[in-house]
């Protein structure tokens, strides 16, 4: 009865500890969307990578400091450090300014923010570290408590986001973490030992600790006292926000009322401003709309017929329309005051909705006004299921600007930028409906809108339209510009009503069926007649101006790697667009790409190094290559599936907690079911990777129709249908890592903590290296190469069975064999 008494609190400590080591991995990808940049989520994958890493091969290390007689203690210990250093990386990074121009400073910087988000997994590895080496539990039940922990944590991450704000969600994860501390603690054991003061210290007061950490976390969820103060590097004042609500989609902040300009994204330079009551809404701090003080009376709003993302509405008889991304209501707004009686808004976010219909309702009436309804979902899975057609379906400006601006590589937006995407709402317009987008357009160059015209002429073309220019129409007015696409031709009374709207509004006409487009460019893209012709049109240009596709739906990244080189970047660099933004993010991938270099070197492969040094040449070189294979393939299929899953789920945060949660149950019953079927003779290991390698290359072939065939689906299907794809994938790559263990121990097993570095050290560095080669190539190619690096994996793994027979047999039998002095830790 003691053991199981002492066993329990073990297991829960070790769940409750893994648990919040995935929240803390999935809440911090909120938090950095808003301080900083979308693609730092893929950075959050490779630091706690790296901090897992470190803390194992610490323990490693420092093996004789850490005894299984303080088991308790340690882990206690340990866990109490994580959940202080949880706290005290939230406070630095929410003061830490990223965007420095690309110097020494900004490496310093980005090294800096590197650390501290590390540091908190570091401490976690430490405690995965010594209970799955140093207790004297089964390892499978204590492999199989870690794995529940850590998949439950996915899940719980999501309910945690839409309860508070992401500062006071890590607090609740840190409090979550000491609880993790106490129950450890209270699993028995030889108390703490007396060479330890500060350690010892906090073992003694870890109930202060933890209830301290639950009042500080309560009083943040009530007070958000703690609350980013550097948003999009730019220094955010409280006092000017009126609102502020997280969950796991974004955070949406409205700003104090102001009487000004009313805000139009594209304004007629006939425009005379008038002043409107208004507040800005911001979107995780970089994309701003309006919210007008709206009473019912439409012609309040009559300045939005000046702005030229409402070009479309001049086509006459429209009668039913669909806006895809409501925020401050402008379009639903825009929709009736053009006389439409019957508009849906889709939005995915139920923020939005609430505030439009619930808390600020005495403000803006967009609730109340006949004709006007509210669907919470996915637009791209809303339609794929609807049973209606529509006259107009309306898409302005849905993304971050500022992401867009910085090079950022938003996800949550892209799925709505692809073809396949476009095909879906193409088919839900009735014969002579229309689709409308809106983009930022810089006059003279061909960017954003050199690539929205591309994929909608791929998309007309995928639909077997023969001459996509007679169903386009584009306008722009300052920096937007607008294109009308029917799946018909439009007809000459659309043209007519829609040449007459740009002549009274002066906006500029950049695409015309029976014009030449306002550039040689646009004209070669709107008039190629095939795939081929579209591709070779778009190569001409010196961005990535190809039509975005779920392959590859980097929609807002038109950085041309391959062009790098050959161009003056300094030059393009300060043209209007978005190539300097792109530059510049990529510029500091690269930069955390090196960090990531350099800290793993540092904590990881040095400290190692001394393992292997005696090792015979053969094993060291066979398993390094053994192990960097297995640690490169399965980060390359890891973020390859998770971008491409959350473009099948609609946002990131979705795809992330679906992912891992599927990627490490399946992983880890992979590995269990090593042990039971072990990869011990030629054959297995030849088949084992042949088979692993199939199955990753045959994804592309059948996913993208089975993901397309189940688009309608809820999110639960879909989620469902996530995991089953996934589940294969991580159970047939969960055979790597103990199979490599066994083959290297029948050498020598003094070697095997090199060897688990490096491949802890390859994941890190793969992480980075996958989001790069995804956008340049395509998540299928990323997909490949992580395939690939399986299909490689024979030759090492047979090069060290043949060196273990060939040693046997110079070997005496009655040789003794040094124990094994450093296990897996997941």
Known sequence: MQKVAQRLPFYAGLGLVTAATLMLQIVETRIISVTSWYHLAFFIISIAMFGLTAGAVWVYLRSEAFTSQFLGYHLSVASLSFALATVFALLVQ????????????????????????????????????????????????????????????????????????????VLWVAALIAAGGLSFASGGGQGAPSHQPIAATLFRFRTVIFGALVLLAAANSLTEGIRPTIVKDNLEQPATIAYEKWNSFSRITIGQNQVTSPVLWGPSPRYVPQQVDQRWMHIDGGAGTAVYRFTGDLQEMAFLRFDVTNLAYAIPGLKTGAVIGVGGGRDLLSARLFGLPEVVGIEINPIFIDLLTQRYADYTTIGRQPGITFQVDEARSWFARATRSFDIIQMSLIDTWAATGAGAFTLSENGLYTVEAWRIFLQRLTPDGVFTVSRWYAPGEVNETGRMVSLAVATLQDLGIPDPKRHLFMGSSGSVATLVMSRSPLSEQALAELRRTAATYDFSV???????????????????????????????????????????????????????????????????????????????????????????????????????????????????????????GFMMVEIALLQRISVFLGHPVYALSVVLFSLILSTGVGSLASERFPLNDTKRLVAWPALTCLYLVALPLWLPEALLRLESAGLLPRAGLAVLVLAPAGFLMGFGFPTGMRLVSVIDKRPTPWFWGINGAAGVLAASIAVLTSIEFGIDTTLRVGAFCYLLLPGPALLLVRYAEARRERTDPGDAVEPASFQQVE
Do not use: K
């Open 510 to 632: 950049l695409l015309d069926p029976a014009g030449q487009a306002a550039s040689p460019l646009l004209e070669s893209i709107v008039s190629a007649p095939d795939r081929h012709a579209l591709r070779r049109a778009t190569e001409a240009s010196y961005l990535d101006l190809s039509a975005p596709t779920d392959a590859r739906p980097f929609f807002f990244n038109q950085l041309r790697l391959d062009r790098l080189l050959d161009q003056n970047l300094f030059a393009l660099a300060s043209r209007p667009g978005v190539y300097g933004g792109n530059l510049s993010a990529t510029l500091t991938l690269a930069m955390l790409i090196l960090i990531s270099a350099v800290l793993v070197a540092a904590t990881i492969i040095i400290p190692l190094r001394s393992t292997v040094s005696t090792a015979a040449t053969t094993l060291t070189v066979a398993g390094t290559a053994y192990f960097a294979l297995i640690g490169i």
């Open 94 to 169: 929410l003061t830490i300014v990223t965007s420095l121009p690309a110097s020494a400073m900004s490496f310093v910087v980005w090294a800096e923010f590197a650390i501290a988000l590390a540091l908190p997994f570091f401490f976690s590895g430490i405690v995965v570290s010594l209970a799955l080496t140093r207790s004297p539990y089964p390892v499978g039940i204590v492999y199989g408590a870690d794995l529940l922990g850590a998949a439950f944590g996915c899940l719980g991450a999501l309910v945690l986001l839409n309860l508070v704000s992401g500062p006071s969600a």
